[in-house]
């Protein structure tokens, strides 16, 4: 089991910054990546950014070159730097983690409301 929980999240201007982080707890052994998804109303959760166990990281393509995600093995957590934000950028964020034990799982965090205003 792993439990997930995400701060952060806030309102701001159009071109503004916020630091969402994630604090992971419970099985850290099992946890093969952890990432950020967001959902806006009416829309799909999608991928924002995610990294694995090595560091490598992927993005979306519509946060590439804003967004950064990084991860402290050290504390157990996980980053997103969201910079030069803009309206579309408004969704409820979540933390994942995907487990690998004898099975693939995924856990989610209760989600961080980010409200981007124009």
């Known amino acids: 089991q792993v439990q997930l929980v995400e701060s952060g999240g806030g309102l701001v201007q159009a071109g503004g910054s916020l630091r969402l982080s994630c604090l992971a707890s419970g099985s850290m052994f099992s946890i093969i990546a952890m990432g950020w998804y967001r959902q806006a109303p009416g829309n799909q959760r999608e991928m924002v950014a995610r990294?694995?166990?090595?560091?490598?990281?992927i993005y979306a393509d519509s946060v590439k070159g804003r967004f950064t995600i990084s991860r402290d093995n050290a504390k157990n957590t996980v980053h997103l730097q969201m910079n030069s934000l803009k309206p579309e950028d408004t969704a409820v964020y979540y933390c994942?983690?995907?487990?690998?034990?004898?099975?693939?799982?995924?856990?989610w965090g209760q989600g961080t409301q980010v409200t981007v205003s124009s």
């Open positions: 990294v694995n166990s090595v560091g490598s990281t």
């Open positions: 994942n983690a995907e487990t690998l034990e004898v099975i693939r799982k995924a856990y």
